[in-house]
């Protein structure tokens, strides 16, 4: 193993050109959580090429030539020989043990206990991020954002491999029946839907018991494959289900839901931003820290707006709603309303916002 270690520290690294993203790397030692694709091995290389090349080691505990054992060994005796003080754990496993160094980086899909590590979550471009890799930022940017969604690597992948390649990349970090789950959930995406749902689904095509799709469905949400959106006031009410991105739409399935497809995007920008959000009926997500409501109409008019906001007074009074913000393609506009302060504002705008 001190063999493979030396070639691994001896070895340069290198990268393409990188795009700045929201999160940065400093002297600090980081958790950094994201799901497969997301950026997190080229976050920390760009890091890395700022330091002393002798003060680093890159590790990728994916090399099918690392014996963890063995690993396990030596890897503290020779970071002391060879005054390492940067490691890097990429695709870290909990079978690995960690050394002492000044500073200690590991990636990975799941979220572990260290008490010393200061937590980093990077999830797949946001609409700004997005824009960073775009050759000019004109009025197809936003087509083209529908086309390639957050994934970074997805720019470099001519578009028809692209779902072979989101393919790919999926089984070879997700297990068959964690696949399945989410093919399900893509089906299912800006809808209601219990894992119960989702096993009663999948028992009829496969031999799975109910503990295993549920552990499973767990694993999708806590690494970040799936979200839930709960229903205000009703904690236990069936929870609304959206994708980590919209890629994976065209990438798992062959059904067309633009509007749903809309839906899943306004609520991954909301994510990003930290903002709590539910849902309710005909409510798409209740922001209760602005007392705002978001609604997602692609190609709303006034007249479709109009009855909209029909559908949900009840809800602007009941909650004192001070905003109602519709989510258009390119429609702007204002309308007058007793209760709420109501807009049209376009998907670029809006997510380039404050």
Known sequence: MEILLEELYKTDINIEKFHTRKLFLDEKSYQIN??????????????????????????????????????????????????????????????INIVNVAQLLICSEVHYKFDFLKALKLYPLDYEEFLAFEYKYDSTALNHFFKLGGFPSMHK???????????????????????????????MMAQKISPYSIYERLKHTQKISKDKLYSSFDMLCSKGYIHQLQKVGHPKAIRKIYLCDISLKSALTIEKQFNKLFENMIYLELLKSAKD???????????????EVILGMPFADERMLFKKMEAIEAFLFTYQIKRVTAITMSTEGRMSHPLSDVEMVPFDIWALGD
């Not at 997301?38 to 690392?66: A, F, Q, W």
């Not at 072979?164 to 399945?180: R, V």
């Not at 005909?282 to 007392?291: C, G, H, R, T, V």
């Open 34 to 95: 994201g799901i497969t694709q997301t950026g997190k091995t080229k976050l920390v290389k760009n890091y890395l090429l700022g330091l002393k090349k002798s003060s680093y080691l890159y590790i990728d505990c994916r090399d099918l030539r690392i014996d963890k054992e063995s690993l396990n060994k030596t890897l503290g005796d020779f970071c002391t020989t060879n005054k390492i003080s940067t490691l890097v754990l990429d695709n870290y496993s909990a079978d």
């Open 157 to 187: 992948v001519s578009s028809d491999e692209r779902a072979l390649f989101l393919q790919k990349a999926l089984k070879n970090t997700l297990s068959l029946i964690e696949i399945d789950i989410l093919i399900f959930c893509t089906k």
């Open 277 to 291: 959000a539910f849902y309710d009926e005909n409510i798409d997500f209740y922001l209760p820290s602005s007392d």
